[in-house]
């Protein structure tokens, strides 16, 4: 026979994570990548209701690539028509992640195309509801869904929007006449 005593009762529970130990564990999530584009017609989002993370901008997207550049303003006669003015709004979608939604600018006599003129009020909507964007093919726009559930609110990075362009347009910024994509657009290389 042994002298073995038994232990205390073992209380496992109290070795168990909690579903939020990232918080507990001082762990950051950092930012190293912010798309500029468009929802997805599956992605409910917000857009930051601040006027401060609001940008406006000349912008040019590489059709081929799908890369979006940022554009000195200086520069938007080089490259005409492909230079696109927008307003760029911080986003995030339901699981915090931050993109940059680019607007079209209304034109010169103040009004916009059906499809941009939609995605301005989705994103209008977005500022005060979780919504999703759809295309409507058949009527030219975007149609807009709001959540039917009461989602929480939305977590904003804690960045400036000076940080966050930096990041969204890192090595994508159209600042020279030299550039590589004036100087492909112009038949120079």
Known sequence: MSDLQPTPKFD??????????GETLGVKKLITHIPVSKPGAERFFRAHPSVSMQFESLIYEDKSSRDVYVVLPALGDALGRLAKPVVLYLAVDRRGNPFLIPVPLPGPNGSRYPWHESLAMAVEKSKTDWVRIAANMTAGVYDLFVASADLPPPEWPDMEMDAIVQIAFGGKIIDTIQHPVIQALQGKV
């Open 12 to 21: 496992v529970s109290t070795l168990r994570l909690p579903q939020n130990f």
